[in-house]
């Protein structure tokens, strides 16, 4: 069974940062681009971060830009979102899901439960 599992949420004052992980059962995550995802409530799920296949490409929104970055552990099979300087506004439901093409491209799929991420002083 391919799953994808987030975890590393939590609570956190403005300024501080977290690191989520996605690990992969099933399949070997290197083959694959891996998203992260996020949806606060009542607002559409949105594209936070990818890194491609053999991560030899990221991307990332233009409000997380200069204060996340995504990395891969092929040994864990896990992809990393460290988030800096963590801002109210970055307080959602954090969700990451493979792209099989390898390129960041939808669609996505095999889609973790998510982490909450909440950001308050």
């Known amino acids: 069974q391919l799953q994808l599992v987030e975890s590393g949420g939590g609570l956190v004052q403005p300024g501080e940062s977290l690191t989520l992980s996605c690990a992969a059962s099933?399949?070997?995550?290197?083959?694959?681009?891996i998203g992260w995802f996020r949806q606060a409530p009542g607002k559409e799920r949105e594209g936070v971060s990818c890194i491609s296949s053999k991560g030899s490409s990221t991307n990332f929104a233009d409000s997380v830009k200069g204060r996340f970055t995504i990395s891969r552990d092929t040994a864990k099979n896990t992809v990393y979102l460290r988030m800096n300087n963590l801002k109210p506004e970055d307080t959602a439901v954090y969700y990451c899901?493979?792209?099989?093409?390898?390129?960041?491209?939808?669609?996505?799929?095999?889609w973790g439960q998510g982490t909450q991420v909440t950001v308050s002083s």
């Open positions: 099933g399949f070997t995550l290197d083959y694959y681009a």
């Open positions: 899901a493979a792209d099989w093409g390898g390129n960041c491209r939808p669609p996505f799929g095999s």
